[in-house]
């Protein structure tokens, strides 16, 4: 099987590298402050994006069982185990940016503006 | 008390945790009573970590399934004597904290933000004991995501440009740092099917030759995540804003414990999942000591050109965070122990450090190394444990720090690395060439008309108490070494099996 085709095949992991790339380049290059939040949620993201991949498998069901039911060797069942970690890392992710943006509330009440270049000027004259 | 504690460890988190969230209540009723009962709090933690370690140390491992799911599954918690220590040393370190804080907090903080910074202490401390005593990977992110927000809490809390400007900067590079660790902990996930750390070193050590580019992968992706978090060398640069910029109790914690706890953090997953033959043989163990040997280098240097105290206190321990991660980087038994007895050492000095600067600013309101000018017939206690502090940083015998020191040579002549102990002493005089200005103004340069008189030290006793406690505690440790040096050598049974 060629490169290209495996990566066909698996291209949600591809996806979430690329995506954390991004989130890493934006969080550190952009000079707003809103961009760099912006920044760390599409990395958190692209994380909650490998895991979800690494737990699914194609044409499975949700791991639902009653009690009553015969079971037939043909279904295969999603990990579910991913799904409760991406659960809980986005209500840590909710966390930082709501503290984030609370940070950067108080930044525009001192320094009048939102641009990390600005508010470094700024302190350099004081 | 004991008894339960030793059947059921998690308590002391959840007992501390709880404590965090009494406070606005007690806040609520009387302000005033928050600093005390937080005190409190700690004492009973620290009394049961310290039953805690005595039980470690006769050779018992306790292993606790939280919520009677059994490893696999569950959540574990594992005391042992490395877990017992570092629970230790964060009550005893955060106990004196809190107490110092009781006197210096109103002048630092807002009235009304008092109960809410106690929260977010005590947050902390459960937190970092959190982080100490779990044996799963998912939780150890939890709780490092924890620690984080609550540590740039800290900092916030002074409310001011520098510090809300700081608090920004160190949760913009933390939330970096925690995703290359949450990452590394997914690959790990895919790599072993586990979240237990146990099983996923076992099932690692079966499956490992089939992915060596993600190995490569998730190591430095660890390396560089804990590294921001615990600002080794050339990812510090959020520290000596963050650090310098709060208040005194919130640098002396910031400062003694958070960063290492990351460091604990970092050696359960390489060493306990990864082992040292991996490590040495793809030369990450050579990248950690070369970041260390330009953090001992480097961080002193750039604590000499600073002029503020506390900037200067900031900078010294991205230098000191070098030896902790050079006795990790070593690997041989000595050299691993003096780096794990390193993190109680540091965080002793460190703290004694920061809060001499705090009481110098309570009373006479300077910031600055060059005004201190016979501070010392002034202020005694306070100069008298700050040149204890800081001549046991330059690591002269007698002091705590020489003993870190001395094991850190001896063990890196066991690694085979005898270039390492010229950079020790070479560190070490760097540490003088800072330290020791400050000490001489103090003491020796004295405006002759001066009537050469000891005053004693106008700062509430709170302050002055803590100060002598955590002076006796280096002279001590520097004499006694026995008590953390049998803890740290057993430490270091369970990673180099």
């Known amino acids: 099987m060629s490169v290209f085709a495996k990566l066909m095949q698996n291209y949600p992991f591809f996806v979430s590298e690329v995506l954390f790339c991004i989130g890493i380049y934006t969080t550190l ?31 499975g069901i949700a791991p639902i069982m009653h009690s009553g039911d015969h079971l037939p060797q043909e279904i295969v069942y999603v990990n579910p185990l991913p799904a409760a970690l991406v659960l809980t890392g986005i209500v840590v992710s909710l966390s930082v940016t709501a503290f984030a943006l609370s940070i950067v509330v108080r930044l525009y009440d001192y320094y009048g503006t939102i641009e990390s270049n600005e508010i470094l000027e700024i302190r350099s004259w004081e | 008390m004991f008894s339960f504690v030793v059947a059921h460890p998690p308590a002391l988190v959840v007992f501390v945790l709880m404590g965090a969230f009494i406070m606005p209540t007690i806040s609520h009723f009387r302000r005033s009573l928050c600093g005390p009962a937080s005190c409190v709090i700690m004492l009973v933690a620290l009394m049961c970590s310290f039953h805690l370690a005595r039980f470690a140390m006769a050779g018992n491992t306790i292993k606790y399934a939280a919520g009677g799911w059994l490893p696999p599954w569950g959540i574990e918690v594992v005391i042992n004597s490395f877990s017992a220590f570092i629970l230790l040393i964060i009550s005893f ?29 005590l947050l902390l401390v459960a937190s970092m004991m959190g982080m100490a005593i779990t044996n799963d990977i998912f939780n150890m992110y939890v709780f490092i995501e924890v620690t984080g927000i609550s540590a740039c809490a800290l900092v916030l809390a002074k409310n001011t440009k520098m510090a809300t400007d700081a608090a920004f900067k160190y949760l913009l590079l933390a939330t970096v740092g925690s995703g290359f660790v949450l990452f590394g902990i997914s690959l790990m996930y895919m790599i072993t099917g586990n979240l237990n750390i146990d099983y996923v070193a076992m099932e690692f050590r079966q499956v490992y030759t089939q992915y060596p580019f993600l190995i490569w992968t998730v190591l430095s992706f660890f390396l560089v995540g804990f590294g921001i978090k615990s600002a080794l060398f050339p990812l510090h640069l959020w520290l000596p804003d963050a650090h310098s910029s709060a208040p005194t109790s919130s640098s002396a914690i910031l400062s003694g414990l958070v960063v290492k706890a990351y460091i604990v953090a970092l050696l359960k997953f390489y060493y306990i999942i990864f082992g040292f033959e991996l490590l040495d043989a793809i030369f990450i163990r050579h990248l950690i000591l070369i970041m260390a040997a330009s953090a001992m280098l480097f961080g002193s240097m750039f604590a000499f050109a600073q002029l503020d105290i506390k900037r200067r206190l900031a900078y010294s321990s991205v230098a000191q965070i070098g030896y902790v991660f050079l006795g990790i980087g070593l690997g041989s038994p000595l050299g691993m122990a003096a780096g794990i007895i390193h993190i109680f050492n540091h965080a002793v000095m460190k703290a004694c450090l920061f809060m001499a600067a705090g009481a110098i600013y309570y009373q006479t309101g300077n910031k600055q190394v060059n005004k201190l000018q016979g501070l010392g017939y002034e202020m005694p206690i306070t100069l008298g444990a700050f040149s204890i502090a800081a001549l046991s940083m330059v690591g002269l015998p007698l002091f705590s720090g020489f003993i870190s020191k001395w094991y850190l040579a001896q063990g890196s002549i066991e690694a085979g690395m005898p270039l390492f102990v010229g950079l020790i002493i070479l560190s070490g005089l760097l540490n003088a060439s800072y330290f020791l200005p400050i000490i001489w103004q103090a003491f020796f340069d004295v405006d002759q008309h001066k009537p050469k008189t000891f005053t004693l030290d106008a700062i509430p006793f709170p302050m002055a108490a803590t100060l002598v406690v955590l002076a006796l505690t280096i002279i001590y440790f520097g004499l006694n070494p026995e008590f953390p040096l049998t803890l740290a050598q057993q430490a270091v049974m369970i990673f180099l099996p």
């Open chain 1, 29 to 59: 290059s952009q000079t707003s402050l809103m961009k760099k939040i912006i920044g760390i949620n599409i990395i958190g993201n692209s994380i909650f994006l490998l895991l979800i991949a690494a737990g699914n498998i194609r044409e």
């Open chain 2, 93 to 121: 370190i955060c106990l004196l904290i809190l107490f110092y804080s009781t006197a210096s907090l109103q002048t630092e903080i807002a009235y009304n933000a008092i109960g809410w910074y106690y929260t977010i202490f």
